[in-house]
């Protein structure tokens, strides 16, 4: 009998065996190897807001807002949305005959106007801090508290240039919980934050989320230096707080950005920090007063940088000093590119207005200027910059003539991509006005009235008063064309 071997010892056995080895043993080792790794590990907890959330509530107030507006439909608008133009093509092909016969005479209306927003209580007297589009223009603004009391208010200020306003409760008579600011400068990029509010008149909403990025400028004004998070943000957040894991308020939720109009993620707060100096003032003074330095600044592009013989497009390229201003009687001139002003570095062309704003007036500072590729330091004597004509001032102006106008400034001019850094753009022409007779439009630059030169809201308030109800001789340019037109005031 011949012995046979035994399986285990035959080639293909051990074949087996050895791969099994080689193949399936680092497996196991990695395996255990990150079980160990996962039991060493801390495990990751999402932070719990619910005793912050208590704590911090009651500092918000929601707030209602009744606003009267006239509707002029001394031009008629058809039933499918049209015809607000007087020149609509819709309109022309009907006539207002046809508008008539159906709907009859419309007369001119008032209405009231309802809106809701947020805000939060910052001392024991009664003080409310919000955005100033939530109150702006109101007739009447009603807070109603935590307990569910309701109290009227007053405007104390409001400073348009970064949408914060000051209200107060009137009649007080209760000890109110009081926020806390924090830093915003300390923010950090990734850090959690709490927003509430009343959005959609959902009372007492709490969101959370993330700082998505800092220093946000996305054109909503000169002096902006948003938070961007994605902590929920809806209509009606507009004014509440923006708090940090140490509930302590870090910014004023103001605006989202949303092609639905509802949060998509990305809301805006403007940086306590900011704040804090605008609403000293707005107690003090009711109004906000700035540093002046007397310059139309630019963007450095990459294009320009090269051709001024930079190393880099930083800083603020000098388009036009005024002539009167402290910057031009320090020495800066036209084409020189800021890049220091008091200690600080100019990084964008964005960053000039807010450190000269918040610089106070009558201060010398050194600035630093980059000319013909050398460097030269200024001192500069900051003046005040000086307010532009009021909202009442000018709807009394454009009831005279049917037109509202707005100022062009550096970033009106980069924004429309106008060659002209002077002047006023007409921003609305009401139908049937003696400015829409005379064929005045919408995108018009004012240069003239009466044969003085307008370079300025002040200018053009100054010549359209000493028009009185005479005939108004207007320069308009109009895109590469110059013309002229002629008002006949309403009398």
Known sequence: ?????????????????????????????????????????????????????????????????????????????????????????????????????????????????????????????????????????????????????????????????????????????????????????????????????????????????????????????????????????????????????????????????????GNVGIGFAIPINLTKKIVSQLKEKGKVVRGWLGVVVQTVTPELAKSFGLEEGKGALVAEPDKTGPAAKAGIKQGDVIIMFDGKPVKEMTDLPLMVAETPIGKKVKVVVIRAGKKKTMTVEIGELKEKASVKEAEKERDKTGLTVTEITPELANRLDLSDVEGVIVSFVNPGSPADDAGLRKGDIIKEINRNPVRNMKEYMEALNDAKHDNILILVKRGRTSLWVVVKPAS
């Open 1 to 261: 009998m011949k012995n046979h071997r035994s399986t285990t010892n035959s080639p293909v056995t051990f074949f087996l065996f050895f791969s099994f080895f080689l193949f399936c043993c680092p497996a196991l080792l990695s395996a255990q190897q990150a079980d160990a790794e996962k039991k060493a590990m801390p495990a990751i907890q999402l932070p719990n807001f619910s005793s912050l959330v208590k704590k911090l509530t009651p500092v918000t107030v929601n707030i209602s807002t009744t606003k009267t507006i006239k509707s002029d439909f001394s031009h008629y608008s058809n039933p499918f949305g049209q015809g607000q133009n007087p020149h609509d093509p819709f309109r022309d092909f009907f006539g207002d005959d046809f508008f008539r016969h159906f709907f009859g005479d419309i007369p001119n209306k008032e209405y009231k106007q309802k809106s809701l927003g947020s805000g939060f209580i910052i001392d024991k007297e009664g003080y409310i801090l919000t955005n100033n589009h939530v109150v702006e223009g109101a007739d009447e603004i009603k807070v109603k508290t935590h307990n569910q009391k309701e109290y009227d208010t007053e405007v104390i200020g409001r400073d348009p240039k970064t949408d914060i306003a000051l209200i107060k409760i009137k009649d007080l008579n209760e000890d109110l919980p009081v926020a806390t600011f924090g830093d915003s400068d300390s923010l950090q990029v990734g850090e959690w934050v709490i927003a509430i509010g009343n959005p959609f008149g959902l009372q007492e909403t709490v969101t959370a989320g993330i700082v998505s990025a800092k220093w946000r400028k996305i054109g909503a004004g000169p002096y902006e230096d948003f938070i961007q998070t994605d902590a929920s943000i809806n209509p009606g957040n507009s004014g509440g707080p923006l708090f940090n894991m140490q509930g302590k308020v870090v910014g004023v939720n103001t605006m989202i950005y949303s092609p639905s109009g």
